[in-house]
């Protein structure tokens, strides 16, 4: 059996509706929200975990077609840390207009950047378009592994998430950083959230590919095993004096960053894959 998935997908007369992936065949859990399984799944999330797979034994599955796939997130907030792979420092420091003293000194500092980077409004799931901003020149993908997390902070899983960015914003004071992390379509997550939980890493590569007008415009992997953090400490700041009763996602920030002269266009499509968790797609629009 392959390891189990959480997904949220538009049901054409049903609306969003949750379903377990498994062996690619979907088996739709009626009235369940993602919400109300990380709630469930707290202190106890191998049983919750066990309890899913029970349930899909007596419910008819149908084979996993063409599916209009919802970002798997209702509630949640998504978050992410930022400067934890070497190749994000010096592209940062490299976009700084003030030499990007700030980011060589998170690198190296005990506590983490964690930002705070969307809601459902502004994120959007596999196969739907992801956003530039008009008033950007310079756009690019960050390719990133998601942490899922109940409200007790305990992981359930990981997903794919693409943490959108504009350089030429952030580039020109940091302190513009919401301004370039947050806004309409600018964070994208899918498919779903797979079931592995785990407190490492898991040892898998991020890969990257920017295809636009047929060809293949850049394209690049790192493997995890480049992060500079571990997902306890990244989490342990997440949760300091903060709480999130729903449920959180942690994306882990990038290793990948396109060389400075490239910036997305609309109509790209940027297909991110993370082996053993899954592959996001989408296009890219101007927003
Ligand atoms: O400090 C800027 C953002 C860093 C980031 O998003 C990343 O490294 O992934
Ligand atoms: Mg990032």
Redesign the pocket.
């Known amino acids: 059996m392959s390891t189990p998935q959480l997904i949220r997908y538009q049901h054409p007369d049903k609306g969003a509706q949750v379903a377990v992936v498994v062996d690619d065949t979907v088996y739709d859990i009626p009235d369940l929200t993602i919400e109300a399984w990380l709630r469930l799944s707290v202190g106890r999330v191998e049983e919750a975990i066990d309890e899913l797979i029970d349930l899909i034994q007596s419910i008819k599955g149908q084979k996993l077609e063409t599916i209009h796939y919802l970002p798997p997130i209702d509630s949640q907030e998504v978050w992410?840390?930022?400067?934890?792979?070497m190749k994000?420092r010096e592209a940062?420091q490299e976009e700084a207009e003030d030499g990007g003293d700030v980011?060589a000194r998170v690198y190296a500092a005990e506590r983490p950047?964690i930002?705070f980077k969307a809601a459902l409004k502004n994120t959007v799931g596999h196969g739907d378009e992801v956003g530039i901003r008009e008033d950007s020149q310079w756009n690019v993908p960050?390719p990133?592994l998601g942490v899922v997390l109940n409200p007790a902070m305990e992981v359930v899983g990981f997903t794919v998430g693409n943490?959108m960015?504009s350089r030429d914003i952030?580039g020109a004071n940091?302190l513009y950083?919401p301004q370039a992390?947050v806004y309409s379509a600018s964070c994208a997550l899918g498919t779903g959230i797979v079931l592995a939980p785990s407190d490492e890493f898991p040892d898998t590569t991020i890969r990257i590919s920017i295809v636009r007008n047929g060809s293949e415009a850049f394209a690049d992997a790192i493997h995890t095993s480049r992060i500079k953090r571990t997902i306890s400490a990244l989490v342990s700041y997440l949760g300091r004096s903060n709480t999130f009763p729903n449920g959180v996602i942690l994306l882990t920030?990038?290793g990948i960053v396109p060389p400075s002269d490239f910036t997305l266009q609309a109509g790209d499509v940027v297909t991110i894959t993370i082996d053993d968790i899954g592959t996001l797609q989408n296009t890219v629009k101007v927003v």
């Open positions: 992410a840390a930022g400067v934890t792979y994000s940062r980011y950047e930002f960050e990133e943490d960015s952030e940091p950083l992390k920030g990038t």
